[in-house]
T-cell receptor, first 110, second 115 residues
Framework: SQQGEEDPQALSIQEGENATMNCSYK?????LQWYRQNSGRGLVHLIL?????REKHSGRLRVTLDTSKKSSSLLITASRAADTASYFC??????????FGAGTILRVKS | DAGVTQSPTHLIKTRGQQVTLRCSPK?????VSWYQQALGQGPQFIFQ???????QRGNFPDRFSGHQFPNYSSELNVNALLLGDSALYLC??????????????FGPGTRLTVL
């Protein structure tokens, strides 16, 4: 079963705009990760945030984590057409078993 | 340095048949996990192998089994295929023992279609 929900399910923006995706989860976590998937192929790891962290940056990516609300957000700034993909959040409680949400489909129009 | 590789890329089977999917982890990785991703959904964890043993298992029936070889490569076997087994099967590897690594590296997947 899925851990939680991503919101929105789909997002369409113009190149240069920012894209924000939200993720909610149900259980306690050790860390939360975001992955990107292009055209139904393999997933690419984007960023990891641990349960004791509140915000993390990596290039044009900014991730926040609110463990009291069991939610996370992924912000992609200055989006590009190449950012078009599906984005998934995944939680880890122990070991490195990933529990994924259903994903957000992002389309960046040029 | 080769990443995670999977074979075959695509596979078509009929109901009741058996299938074997293969995965070679990224160099230096010794833990392999398998995920099933149905169309339009997020991946679901099937199981994880380390030191040639199944270490964690998700909510999948015994029809799904696996194996890890001494060179860390892995196989996923599915018996008595059902239409609902049609999905993208993803293999992921990580660099050290379970519990010690966070980032997983995914292969391109095997697309299984059951007719």
């Amino acid at each position: 079963s899925q851990q939680g929900e991503e919101d929105p399910q789909a997002l369409s923006i113009q190149e240069g705009e920012n894209a924000t995706m939200n993720c909610s989860y149900k259980t306690s976590i050790n860390n939360l990760q975001w992955y990107r998937q292009n055209s139904g192929r393999g997933l690419v790891h984007l960023i990891l945030i641990r349960s004791n962290e509140r915000e993390k940056h990596s290039g044009r990516l900014r991730v926040t984590l609110d463990t009291s609300k069991k939610s996370s957000s992924l912000l992609i700034t200055a989006s590009r057409a190449a950012d078009t993909a599906s984005y998934f959040c995944a939680t880890v409680l122990y070991g490195n078993k990933l529990v994924f949400g259903a994903g957000t489909i992002l389309r960046v129009k040029s | 340095d080769a990443g995670v590789t999977q074979s075959p890329t695509h596979l078509i089977k009929t109901r009741g048949q058996q299938v074997t999917l293969r995965c070679s982890p990224k160099s230096g990785h010794d833990t392999v996990s398998w995920y099933q991703q149905a169309l339009g959904q997020g991946p679901q964890f099937i199981f994880q192998y380390y030191e040639e043993e199944e270490r964690q298992r998700g909510n999948f029936p015994d029809r799904f089994s696996g194996h890890q070889f001494p060179n860390y490569s892995s196989e996923l076997n599915v018996n008595a295929l059902l239409l609902g087994d049609s999905a993208l099967y993803l293999c992921a590897s990580s660099p050290i023992a379970p519990g010690g690594a966070d980032t997983q590296y995914f292969g391109p997947g095997t697309r299984l279609t059951v007719l």
